[in-house]
């Protein structure tokens, strides 16, 4: 029943921005925190950035200075501003979401479809 909504995915050149959303939806008793991955061709699954519910944010290196993560907590929703893009940095960026459905449950991991980000030179 949860659901990762993302979107802001798009086709841009390089030195463009680019604001990337993801809603959590469903019964979910809590957030622990959120984030984003992403994964270019030929490459693993690397983290971007995450930030706990309480604001604690944490950026990849190739990231830093570029990127911010923020979320609303009374959207269940976090945000990845991505600026100076560059060819880089396309890949496929999924939302993570570390929840607990109930309050004696464990928590778990959650990962939406995914949205795809072409920066072009």
């Known amino acids: 029943q949860v659901q990762l909504v993302e979107s802001g995915g798009g086709f841009l050149q390089t030195g463009g921005s680019l604001r990337l959303s993801c809603a959590a939806s469903g019964s979910i008793f809590s957030i622990n925190g959120m984030g984003w991955y992403r994964q270019a061709p030929g490459k693993q699954r690397e983290l971007v950035a995450t930030?706990?519910?309480?604001?604690?944010?944490n950026y990849a290196d190739s990231v830093k200075g570029r990127f911010t993560i923020s979320r609303d907590n009374a959207k269940n929703t976090v945000y990845l501003q991505m600026s100076s893009l560059q060819p880089e940095d396309t890949a496929v960026y999924y939302c993570?979401?570390?929840?607990?459905?109930?309050?004696?449950?464990?928590?778990?991991?959650?990962w939406g479809q995914g949205t795809q980000v072409t920066v072009s030179s």
């Open positions: 930030i706990t519910w309480g604001g604690y944010a």
């Open positions: 993570n979401a570390a929840l607990q459905l109930h309050v004696f449950g464990d928590v778990n991991t959650y």
